[in-house]
């Protein structure tokens, strides 16, 4: 079993940063992908982000320019750092980490991008 804490939200005026932080612990070994996803109010939870172990990445379009995703020097934890925030991207952030069987989900972390 995968356990993942997220953190690092908060609120953030357009244009600024903030960078995401995803921790897994557990059943680490079999992780292939980590990513990152969103849902805003009254949408469907979308990827936003996503980093294998070979360090191949995706991005949503409408992140891309803007989002990194990278690992630490533990590829059990995982990065977003989000820069030229958008009020767009105000949304509940989930990390995602799966193996070949299931996805573990964290419990999220709210990014509100507001003046």
């Known amino acids: 079993q995968v356990q993942l804490v997220e953190s690092g939200g908060g609120l953030v005026q357009p244009g600024g940063s903030l960078r995401l932080s995803c921790a897994a612990s557990?059943?680490?070994?079999?992780?292939?992908?980590m990513g990152w996803y969103r849902q805003a109010p009254g949408k469907e939870r979308e990827l936003v982000a996503r980093?294998?172990?070979?360090?191949?990445?995706v991005y949503a379009d409408s992140v891309k320019g803007r989002f990194t995703i990278s690992r630490g020097n533990a590829k059990s934890t995982v990065y977003l750092q989000m820069n030229s925030l958008k009020p767009e991207d105000t949304a509940v952030y989930y990390c995602?980490?799966?193996?070949?069987?299931?996805?573990?989900w964290g419990q999220g972390t709210q990014v509100t991008v507001s003046s």
């Open positions: 980093i294998t172990t070979d360090g191949s990445t």
């Open positions: 557990g059943s680490i070994f079999s992780i292939y992908a």
């Open positions: 995602c980490a799966a193996t070949l069987t299931l996805s573990s």
